[in-house]
């Protein structure tokens, strides 16, 4: 019963302290091109993480779901490392950062959803089908902002592979 309110916690630090690094790396300007790659993924990796957790019982969630998250990280941070390497800054856009917003939500919402299934007032099916809502939700908008980002950066893409 109490797993639930320490995941809450726990997850809740995280995108807390996540939220502090990016401000006070801009604030002090510490936002250096190492951070901007590895802190997309570091946030990719702890959000994935969270999400196979839920395909385990009670959540259940089809994995599916974890591999489009996966997916659409592994594409967008390979195109965004490579095109660095070869002196190519791939800027974050708009959609990738409100995806990582929509994909914390859909957390915080499954484990929300857990307090009430821990206390026996809601079913496993009834927690399964929030999950697969609020997850199928996220995984829509993340295949849009994975596409949304190849399509706005096809130019740079294009001249990293003409160098190759």
Do not use: W
Request: with cysteine; net charge neutral.
């Amino acid at each position: 019963m109490t797993l639930p309110f320490v995941l809450l916690g726990l997850f809740f630090i995280s995108e807390l302290t996540d939220l502090f690094d990016g401000y006070f790396a801009r604030k002090y300007e510490q936002v250096t091109e190492l951070g901007k790659i590895l802190d997309p993924i570091a946030d990719s990796i702890t959000r994935i993480c969270a999400f196979l957790t839920f395909t385990q019982a009670p959540v259940n969630l089809p994995v599916l779901f974890v591999f489009i998250f996966l997916y659409r990280d592994s594409v967008v941070s390979t195109l965004r490392t490579i095109c660095a390497l070869k002196g190519y800054t791939l800027a974050a856009r708009s959609s990738g950062k409100i995806k990582a917003v929509i994909q914390a939500v859909a957390i915080f919402i499954i484990i929300v959803a857990m307090i009430p299934h821990s206390m026996g007032m809601i079913s496993n099916e009834l927690l399964q089908m929030v999950a697969i809502l609020v997850v199928g939700l996220a995984s829509l908008y993340t295949i849009y902002s994975g596409v949304e980002y190849i399509l706005m950066n096809q130019g740079y893409i294009s001249k990293m592979v003409e160098t190759t």
